[in-house]
């Protein structure tokens, strides 16, 4: 029998973690691993990207929907930068990914050699929880099983470098000896809980308050029946960070949805109006969209002791997962009889989604890509699974789509790249082949990655048994969201030079590939073009000709921002007039319940907007 090299060895302990892909890409600085991968019948299978980064994106795709640590694998010097932007993405988000990469012959190490790239420098930020380099058989198993547990452990990216000649050395366990150091496989189930005092402060708080609101995160994942049960004793209103946008329903009537920038206007009103703020599994980073610092008393929940304490002078830090901790809590919570915060909330929230639905039937030059997004969440099978690239595409996915039930959904949260959409989605399908995964991507980052990630698709679409990838583009011909940005915080006119970019056939060069989709000019046709690619028997691109002049409006006021918007067009901005007209026309649908205006500033007591629908 063939001795077992290290390589094979790596192949065996990743298998025996249960890792079942790696995404990757080849090169000659893991040659020796991928002879293993032969010699292993594929398993675990290596999925082949495009690029190394796209492989990093659908490593971290696959563990944000499977829960499970995402591996990547790429080749020394450039296929191990190529894989960084992935890495930092999985870092930021907190995220489980290992990635394994090669490296030049020990022998040639230090020599300025060809590829030779300081891998453990270059990765020590990244992969700043552990980043080693196997120098010798022995220090197998134990790399990877502090690699894999590690990532686990802390949530967070960690890296194994792997000199090509030590690939291919036979491999020999660690002794019983001196300076060996044996290792074994799995993390135990564990979830930390505060001490009793803490959760007698923390309810003490809770129940002091009157106004109770709750930010959740994606760290409330698996808590969503003691946040609702919570909820229903506080009568608070619970706002979901971007992360958390598919932790809590939102048809539930006192969720008011996304947070921030991108959030909506009831989460914005919750946080101005709170005396209470609870936060649970969450970093979301704007404070400015969070209470004043002087205006409520706080509580976080947080399973990581590094995390908490940030963001708000929170009163009371309760380090815990946030289920355990919540059972916890609840028995120490008295239901408060007063609803009328409540209340408030739940007429605020309904009057949102009013809005939101004026907003998309706006008319724009061709279409408005609210109304795009607005008409897929009417759409979403029960079991979607959902990306938003970054870009105005992320203002409406966090808006327009109401998840319900076991929906998922994700976006590079804290990176904020651009180009995750596709390579996301792929590694939600591989995750679960048996769900339709739908990405919404601008059209400047579908010619970033996604259009390339589409022959991913093509490649392995008949691996799964549910075989729907839906892609919608957002083709307005600009860098949208800059453009926004410029126009709004500088008043500056569009530099076309470096917002304008070109035309793409998205949907015949996924036909040439032998994928399916159609182009959509017209606003009839853009629920069809949504029911058609839902109904597909392979992945599917719908490239929707939309208006860039639809402005992504924050939740907050916003009429300076506007005016500083039509400061640029009036000095020669090229959108102008419809610019203007867009900007005014999509604003004014949140004035116009029942006719009525009503105060725009910050801070406007929610309950006061909602006498207005009475
Ligand atoms: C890797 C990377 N480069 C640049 C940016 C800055 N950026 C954020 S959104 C955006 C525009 C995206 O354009 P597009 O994909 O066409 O979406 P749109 O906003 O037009 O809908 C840019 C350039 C970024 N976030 N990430
Ligand atoms: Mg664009």
Redesign the pocket.
């Known amino acids: 029998m063939a001795s077992t090299k290290v390589s094979d060895y790596i192949l065996q302990r990743l298998r025996d973690w249960e890792v079942d892909h790696v995404f990757a890409y080849a090169g000659d600085g893991i040659n020796g691993l991928l002879a293993a991968w032969g010699r292993a019948g594929n398993k675990p299978k290596f999925v082949q990207a495009r690029h190394e980064e796209m492989a990093a994106f659908q490593a971290v795709g696959y563990a944000k929907f499977s829960g499970k640590v995402g591996v990547c694998a790429a080749t020394s010097g450039p296929g191990a930068i190529h894989l960084l932007?992935g890495l930092y993405d999985a870092k930021l988000d907190h995220v489980p990914v290992v990635a394994l990469v090669g490296q030049t012959n020990r022998s040639a190490m230090g020599g300025s050699y060809q590829q030779e790239v300081d891998l453990q420098n270059l990765y020590k930020d990244v992969a700043s929880e552990f980043c080693e380099t196997a120098m010798v058989p022995e220090q197998l198993p134990n790399l990877i099983d502090r690699a894999v547990r590690t990532a686990y452990a802390k949530r967070t990216v960690t890296a194994v470098i792997l000199p090509a000649d030590v690939q291919e050395l036979d491999y020999s366990p660690p002794g019983h000896a001196f300076k060996m150091v044996p290792s074994s496989l799995g993390l135990g189930h564990y979830a930390p809980v505060p001490a009793d005092q803490d959760l007698e402060r923390a309810a003490e708080v809770l129940n002091a308050g009157e106004k109770v609101a709750v930010l959740i995160g994606q760290g409330a994942r698996g808590a969503r029946a003691e946040v609702e049960q919570l909820a229903d004793l506080l009568g608070a209103g619970v706002a979901k960070a971007l992360l958390g946008k598919d932790v809590l329903p939102d048809d539930l009537p006192y969720v008011t949805g996304s947070i921030g920038l991108l959030g909506t206007r009831p989460s914005y009103e919750l946080m101005q109006e709170c005396d209470t703020l609870l936060t649970i599994g969450s970093s979301f980073p704007y404070t400015q969209f969070l209470p004043e610092l002087d205006q409520a008393r706080g509580v976080q929940i947080d399973l990581d002791p590094h995390m908490i304490g940030l963001r708000y002078p929170f009163e009371v830090n309760l380090v815990g997962d946030a289920r355990e901790t919540l059972l916890r809590l609840l028995p120490r919570l008295r239901r408060k009889k007063n609803r009328k915060w409540r209340e408030g909330i739940e007429k605020n929230v309904s009057r949102w989604w009013e809005v939101m639905q004026r907003r998309a039937a706006v008319d724009a030059d061709p279409i408005n890509?609210e109304y795009v997004v607005h008409a897929l969440d009417g759409k979403l099978p029960d079991d979607a699974i959902v990306t938003a690239?970054?870009?105005?595409?992320?203002n409406w996915y966090a808006r327009h789509l109401r998840f319900r039930g076991r929906m998922r959904g994700s976006l590079?949260g804290t990176?904020?790249?651009?180009?995750p959409g596709v390579p996301y989605a792929i590694g939600a399908k591989f995750a679960h082949p048996d769900r339709p995964a739908i990405a919404l991507?601008?059209?400047?980052?579908?010619?970033?990655n996604g259009m390339m990630e589409m022959v991913t698709a093509a490649k392995y679409h008949h691996e799964w048994s549910d075989p729907r990838l839906v892609v919608g583009v957002?083709n307005?011909r600009?860098?949208?969201?800059?453009?926004?940005?410029m126009r709004a915080m500088s008043g500056a006119p569009q530099f076309e030079e470096s917002q304008h970019?070109p035309d793409l056939p998205y949907a015949e060069i996924a036909r040439c590939i032998g994928l399916d989709g159609v182009r959509v000019e017209k606003p009839e046709h853009v629920e069809a073009a949504w029911d058609q690619a839902l109904a597909a028997d392979r992945p599917f691109v719908i490239d929707f000709r939309?208006d860039?002049a639809v402005p992504?409006i924050p939740p907050h006021a916003e009429l300076d921002q506007i005016e500083a918007a039509a400061s640029a067009i009036l000095h020669g901005d090229s959108d102008r007039g419809s610019v203007v007209k867009q900007g005014f026309k999509a604003k004014v649908q949140e004035f116009l319940p029942g006719g009525k205006h009503r105060s725009d500033r910050p801070g406007a007591a929610a309950h006061d907007s909602t006498e207005e629908n009475k």
Request: without cysteine.
């Open positions: 932007n890509p690239d970054s870009g105005s595409a992320a590079s990176l904020a790249t651009m180009g991507v601008g059209d400047g980052a579908m010619q970033m957002l307005n600009d860098l949208n969201q800059v453009t926004w940005e970019i939309t860039p992504p």
